[in-house]
């Protein structure tokens, strides 16, 4: 079992940034890839970004959020960050972080199937 829980989602201006973490406890030994995904009211729950998280740290991004968003992650204190910079208003929405515990091959790190834990989201609102 790994419980995640993110924080940091607030509201920005455009143009402004804000930093999301997402601290991990339970077995997290077990977790591979950590991914943030992202859900609008009304539409689809959309792939953000992911890291590998027992390994070399590989990073992938969505082609929306690329040059903006970074992710980073602090195995020591199990967290797993996603900044955001040059927010847009279309960039509202919850944002979850997920753990991938089956070591999926990084083409599939955008598949929310891919991952076996989900944490409660946090809201994350850009103003114009």
């Known amino acids: 079992q790994v419980q995640l829980v993110e924080s940091g989602g607030g509201s920005v201006q455009a143009g402004g940034s804000l930093r999301l973490s997402c601290a991990a406890s339970?077995?997290?030994?077990?977790?591979?890839?950590m991914g943030w995904f992202r859900q609008a009211p009304g539409k689809e729950r959309d792939f953000v970004a992911a890291?590998?998280?027992?390994?070399?740290?590989?990073?992938y991004f969505a082609d929306s959020v690329k040059g903006r968003f970074t992710v980073s992650r602090d195995n020591a204190e199990n967290t797993v960050y996603l900044q955001m910079s040059s927010l847009r208003p279309e960039d509202t929405a919850v944002y979850y972080c997920?753990?991938?515990?089956?070591?999926?091959?990084?083409?599939?790190?955008?598949?929310?199937?891919?991952?076996?834990?989900w944490g409660q989201g946090t809201q994350v609102t850009v103003s114009r």
């Open positions: 997920a753990a991938d515990s089956g070591g999926h091959t990084i083409s599939l790190w955008e598949r929310s199937t891919s991952y076996d834990y």
């Open positions: 339970g077995r997290t030994f077990g977790i591979f890839t």
């Open positions: 890291i590998n998280w027992s390994g070399g740290g590989s990073t």
